[in-house]
């Protein structure tokens, strides 16, 4: 297989703070190359069927005989036969290969989709399936422009300062959300296996850094309520929302890990914004954070404005 055959990828792209290129010659943080990957790693920390990791190494092992291997934080290397599904090869680079190059490099991903509200991000955090795209989504259609979807790469600045970086060129929603803003200005880029859509936001943030304001923790519960969230709680909430968390250990990645999640616990005003169950929220949702973000200790950085739902 050849790296033409990755025809879902461009040739370069740049994603959490990171340069990704295909090609010898390209300026990159980080290279991908198709080259001779072993069956298994020599000494491995955690080791299953499919994966073994080791401190600064990952590799995977899929079901046709492709193995993928990212390591050293500058490197993923793909060693597949001609007749593996290059859709597929792309899919998994995008997500578990990039999450274990991120923890490689000391960045923390956190499962979150975000926006810029005047010169910060603000990012609401869930599992899959409870709603952390479709209110990003109601954010970016009233002015906010989408900072990430799905995964939030954060660092720490040489200040201290916890920064996160501009990541998923779109937001992946359902067809009825998408259609709930059909006037919002968003492009359809996709339709995926699991019937959710790709859409292109009509507005994103440069291609730099920007402080974290504030973190929404989303869950499904009972009645619609929203409430401060801090100190241990708060700490444990969002290592249980890490991006793959069982890499952490392994990888050799955890000094960093909680430095990034006690800096956060420390100083990000976070709310847990509980959704009921049945019923659609998602206006409600929207003005009980639009109301955090006017009571929290949040300091403007440039104008901006967001219109109701």
Request: proline share 7%; charged share 20%.
């Amino acid at each position: 297989m050849r790296l033409s055959s990755l025809a879902s990828l461009q040739s370069s792209w740049s994603a959490y703070g990171l340069r990704f290129a295909q090609e010898a010659g390209q300026d990159a943080d980080v290279r991908l190359t198709f080259a001779r990957v072993p069956i298994r790693l020599g000494e491995s920390v955690l080791s299953s069927p499919r994966r073994d990791v080791a401190p600064g190494d990952w590799l995977l092992r899929l079901s046709d005989g492709s193995r993928i291997r990212a390591r050293s934080g500058n490197r993923i290397e793909i060693d597949a036969p001609p007749s593996a599904d290059g859709t597929g090869l792309a899919a998994w680079v995008l997500g578990p290969a990039t999450t274990a190059i991120l923890y490689q490099r000391g960045i923390t991903p956190l499962h979150a989709s975000a926006v810029e509200v005047n010169g910060g991000v603000v990012a609401f955090l869930a599992p899959s399936g409870t709603g952390k795209s479709s209110l990003a989504a109601a954010f970016v259609a009233n002015g906010a422009p989408l900072v990430t979807d799905d995964v939030l790469a954060i660092r720490l600045g040489h200040a201290g300062t916890a920064h996160a970086w501009p990541g998923a060129e779109g937001l992946r929603l359902a067809p009825a959300t998408r259609a709930h803003f059909s006037g919002a200005g968003f492009t359809l880029l996709r339709q995926d296996a699991d019937d959710k859509q790709l859409i292109a936001a009509p507005t994103r943030v440069p291609e730099e850094p920007l402080p974290v304001r504030l973190l929404v923790l989303l869950a499904r519960g009972g009645d619609l309520r929203i409430e401060r969230i801090a100190g241990l709680d708060l700490l444990m909430s969002l290592r249980r929302l890490l991006q793959r968390p069982s890499l952490v250990a392994p990888l050799g990645a955890e000094a960093a890990v909680f430095r990034v999640l006690g800096w956060l616990a420390a100083r990000v005003p976070t709310y847990r914004l509980v959704r009921p169950v049945g019923g659609w929220t998602l206006p409600a949702c929207y003005t009980l954070v639009k109301e955090c973000l006017a009571t929290s200790p949040y300091q403007p950085t440039r104008q901006g404005s967001l219109h109701a739902v």
